[in-house]
């Protein structure tokens, strides 16, 4: 595996602080979120900053790699071409699962609209890796895949964080994205010790790290993005720094953005950390090994006999590993069920972390369609966001935030709301311009309104 080029340090470049991101002193790179931008119409800032030589990397958040399913082309291609739009030396994503359901399980197709943790199991890893070997093959550069930060953990687990991430690369090649700030929401979260997680995993293999910060309540961690970087995170940078010199730090801030001067002093104690902790000198990742001596050649007879017996050896292995993605796309598509559509916990898992999941997914979708559509809000009021968590209570997204937005919209007016006739029809030609000629007629609200109540009994 050929070694990447060192990035040095750099910031999650978002719109909101797009001309703070361009004057920051000793900035080497950004990392934007793939989905937000378009191969050929390039916000100008990124454009401006790719011809002062400052590398974009494009960080993924929609591939879902550790799901049952295998990787959607359309995804991948979509990937691909930003990363090619970008130049940009790899790509990321995260081990994460973010829809269930559909074909695959007979159930109804999901979204989590967030990146839920993969249980830590043999039939979970086997699947991560095929799933990533089919994006490798599919992407123009190299592939590095994040730890991430999580609530809940699953039970009966068969592998710790460093011991799944360091059979992953070992199976895949595939790069790691090491998110310490992931490491220490789950330590707190789910009682797991970061150092042991850095003496287990390859750190060889890292890319880069992420740093971020959040904020615990009630003895959650929260992984915000929105709050500065703790000091109990900077530890933990300070204890891989000790164990290798990353080719690249990133600091990640995705909401409450402050003055560009706080967001500079953060990279600066980054960079401190760095410069401080004792430094282990990183080596390439290679993979050695000795080619097998060639087989006898059979003929005739023999020759029919062995590709039969290899036929039928590898449609057997096809069939297991059917059944396993099957396995894992049940159990998938029952805790997001619970996480989203209110049904019961899956055995096994905390029936109270799962109540803090689920209230922070539905905050998460009630503040994403908010910005996605700032018109709702606006129209709304103060009366947006309970009526948006009533909508989301029991009806689960399917397919993206934008479409989310629209459906909220429809089953207000499906219900003759807002009250405010002046609201209702603002709401009214907002639907229009987006989902339709004309909103839906009376006699078709009250189908649907009698479906849904149906459905909800």
Partial sequence: MKKLDRLGSGIGWRPEIAGAVEALPGLDWVEVVAENVCPGHLPDSLGRLLERGVTV????????????????PARL???????????????????AFVRAGGALT??????AGHLLPVPRTRDALDILCENVRIAQNALPVPLALENIAALISWPGEELTEGQFLAELVERTGVRLLIDVANLHTNHVNRGEDPVTALDELPVEAIAYVHVAGGVERD????????????????????????????????????????????????????????????????SPLTTTGTAAPAAPTASGAAQTQAQSQAQAQAQTQEQAR??????????QAALLSALVAGTPAPQGFDSRRLRVQSRALAAKRADVVAKVAPELPEILGSGYRPAFLAYAQGRPMRDGYRRDALDFAEHLLLAGRPE?????RRLTHWWQDRAGARPPRRSTRFVRAARAALVRR
Avoid: K, N
């Fill in 219 to 282: 003895g959650v961690w929260h992984d915000t993005h929105a709050h500065p970087v703790p000091p109990a995170v900077l530890a933990i940078l300070s204890e891989l720094r000790s164990r290798t010199d990353p080719p690249g730090v990133l600091l990640e801030r995705d909401d409450d953005f402050p003055p560009a001067e706080e967001l500079a002093g953060e990279l600066a104690a980054i960079r401190r950390i760095l410069d401080l902790a004792a430094a282990a000198p990183a």
């Fill in 106 to 111: 007979a159930s109804p197709h999901m979204e």
């Fill in 322 to 331: 059917e059944r396993r993605r099957e396995r894992v796309g049940l159990a």
């Fill in 420 to 424: 405010d006739p002046a609201a209702r």
């Fill in 57 to 72: 990397v494009p960080h993924g958040v929609s591939l879902g790699l550790g799901g049952a399913e295998r990787p959607d």
């Fill in 77 to 95: 291609t979509a990937l691909a071409e930003r990363a090619q739009a970008l130049g940009a030396p790899l790509v990321t994503e995260h081990i």
